[in-house]
């Protein structure tokens, strides 16, 4: 984080080859062996924000699936842990995928130039190696889980294969990242149940709303570098009208998490309904206190806003753990 904001973070010592919009003093950079650092950089391992928007859907899927069946397994423990190695490793791997096929944009983008590619850390034969080895390694995890689910898996390498191109022919390349970040929702529901059906489906959606609101926010911090090389987003279609769209989006992800909860709630059972109702409607209100704070001119805080949508993310997991229990 850059500007007025001096954080301890933010005073830490700039370590060789950090990326620009890392965390100062990330693990990374401080622990991690140094031929081992361009690699886990790629990975977005110095910025694990990522990595938790594309494991939460997987986790409101698994514990909305065990409420609505009224089953808790011991193979469960292991969706949910799945779900986690999962997400940072194809995290990894989409995102090397994104910054290969980005790599000429992003020598001309401040806040990117610095990444390992384009500033020379890694050539793109390294890069894509890279990419293989945690593919190859989620694949192992995914032949774990039911016929349906690896199946699932298998799909969801084509949105993740499509993203990195979507902001050169389309204004909402956020729609394609919200298709990718959110397919856990429908993942781990089936690895769960063993089939899709309504709830899954709804709770897909409101994660593709979310993806729209949190990620609008932070394609601002680039729209003018954006504009200077001709690549579109939300951000840019949206302008100064951003807030009025985003509170759109916050109505539609609270309203499709509430279908998604009310369709997937065991007949009768009221307080596990309240308690369920309650996730999304709260997550709602940290939506809104992102969109009170929004500065659309001010990167530092477009990038803590981004970052806080882990705690807007993990306010439904908590309200869904809690009813699996009530």
Not at 21 to 35: H, I, Q
Not at 123 to 130: E, F, P
Not at 136 to 148: D, G, N, R
Not at 189 to 209: E, R
């Amino acid at each position: 984080m850059t500007g007025s904001d001096q954080t301890p973070e933010a005073e830490a010592p700039e370590a060789e080859g950090q990326v620009a919009d890392a965390v100062k003093g990330n693990w990374v950079d401080t622990l991690a062996p140094a031929p081992l650092r361009p690699y886990l950089r790629l990975s977005r391992a110095d910025r694990p924000i990522g990595s938790w928007l594309l494991l939460l859907p997987c986790w409101w899927g698994l514990l909305l699936a065990m409420i609505s069946d009224g089953q808790m397994r011991l193979f469960d423990l292991w969706i949910f842990v799945g779900c986690a190695i999962g997400a940072v490793l194809m995290r990894g791997a989409g995102c090397t995928w994104n910054d290969i096929t980005d790599r000429d944009f992003d020598g001309k983008v401040e806040r990117t130039a610095s990444r390992p590619i384009p500033s020379g850390q890694v050539s793109v034969k390294q890069a894509l190696a890279w990419a293989a080895l945690q593919c190859l390694i989620s694949f192992a995890i995914l032949l774990t889980f039911p016929p349906m689910a690896i199946l699932l898996g298998v799909v969801s390498l084509v949105p993740v294969a499509i993203y990195p191109f979507a902001k050169r022919f389309t204004w909402w390349p956020q729609v394609f990242l919200g298709v990718a970040f959110n397919w856990g929702a429908l993942l781990a529901w089936t690895a769960h149940t063993g089939s899709l059906s309504l709830p899954a489906v709804m709770l897909y959606l409101a994660g593709m709303a979310w993806t729209l609101f949190y990620d609008t926010i932070y394609a601002h911090q680039d729209t003018e570098d954006d504009a200077l090389i001709g690549v579109k987003s939300t951000a840019r279609l949206f302008a100064e009208d951003t807030p009025k769209y985003l509170a759109w989006f916050l109505v539609i992800t609270v309203a499709l998490m509430g279908i998604a909860v009310i369709a997937a709630a065991p007949d009768g059972e009221i307080l596990q309904m309240v308690i369920l109702l309650v996730g999304p409607w709260a997550m709602g209100w940290h939506l809104m206190w992102q969109l009170r704070r929004l500065k659309l001119d001010d990167s530092a805080r477009l990038l803590e806003l981004f970052r806080a949508n882990r705690d807007a993310g993990l306010i439904p997991v908590l309200f869904f753990a809690a009813a699996l229990f009530a």
